[in-house]
């Protein structure tokens, strides 16, 4: 009894010995960073004077006695965008006409002077709360009514603005920095002509330092980040190969290399993943004549994939109308969108799948799923870049999505992969792709199969996977 006792004890130390953790490889994402690749989907909400003037672009000489709704509710928006699984609003709180949706004491052209009269921006904050989203901020850098825009003078008012929105609306989870400046377009009312430096003129540093300081948990969108970068197109997809890794110092906000946003950069110096920003309609704000061109529910289910699937977040456009309501064809296909994910996703096949690795850190080969290995994910021995999982069913299933997540808190690793099938005792090679990052999704025909094989052929470092999914 005694001898089984140390016998059993002896094991039990073996097995609680902690293998250790591979090394990072290259950069790796920020706590804050962690946590955005985490909420995947959020709405943008675009809403200005541009609503009532039909335009998508204001010129800045719009008075503020157009900006009318009728019957604004940003709870319906709420309501709406958290009915369909969305985790939080951006909203546009100065467009580049420069009109604000707040009470800001920096310039009279704001919403206290509409006849609407109220703050949008604290309606809209206090809806997220009351909603369980989170909330988030745009203001456009580029602003065609101040005066001062294109003098020092303006930058000042800029921070004082962004101070303004940091300070008095609650925890803020992202800011949103618009590289759109018109080139040397017309810049207002004024009627002139001014050119800005987009490299020099926001003196960005400067600005992201307010950031840190008033909402250390926020992350800022650019073309240059510093915590997430634009996806090079507004149209809504990210390369099928997307490293988060980009080198952010030959990027700015307005100043992109819109190849490289798309793909990242796979030796990039800094973790600067893609958002993916397009809109429901075929415009940023709500026209009415685009009432018919409402992308459908299976136009979203593609951006899904090829945002969300290639592993970018998704900022999705749903522009209220002139009554200040989402209109009811965007409320439904939004909520359709969302209830479309979760029937896609309702059933995980690998909870019923035995696993099986050609190589374990430091470990057996067989695990369970739910614990892959030791460190609560799957990884190789160090030196090993090329390994295959193998999931088993008892009873062949049919399946026709794989979702792979890799874990990113120690850097972004495989280069390649294939992922086979079993089908009539024979594999078959069903994709062959490149990157996976924080989720890759894959969607094939369906196929009845009694195994999955995923072949990571080529990665970086030894492969780290945190999540098999098999739908
Ligand atoms: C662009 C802007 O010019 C559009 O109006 C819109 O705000 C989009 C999200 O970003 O750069």
Redesign the pocket.
Known sequence: MKRFNILFLALLAAACVRVAEPAPCGPVPSERQLRWHDMERYV?I?FTTNTFTDL??GYGNESEQIFNPTACDPRQWADIVSRAGFKGIVL?AK??DGFCLWDTKYTEHNIMNSPYGRDLVREVSDACREYGLKFGIYLSPWDRNHPDYGTPAYIDYYRNQLTELLTNYGDIFEVWF???NGGDGWYGGADERRTIDNLTYYDWPVTWEIVRKLQPGATMFSDGGPDCRWVGN?AGYAGETNWCTLNKAEFAPGHADTYALNHGQEDGTDWLPAEV?VSIRPG?FYHQREDGRVKTVDQLMDIYYKSIGRGGNLILNVPPDRRGLFHPTDSANLIEFGKAIEKEFAHNYAGQAKFEASNVRGGSRRFAASQVADNGYWATDDGVTEASLTASFRHPVTLSKIVLQEHIALGQRVQAFTVEAMIDGQWQTIDSQTTIGHKRILRFDPVTTSAIRVNITAAKACIALDNVGLY
């Open positions: 943008f675009h998508e672009w546009t467009h580049h618009d590289g759109a507004e920003d940023w």
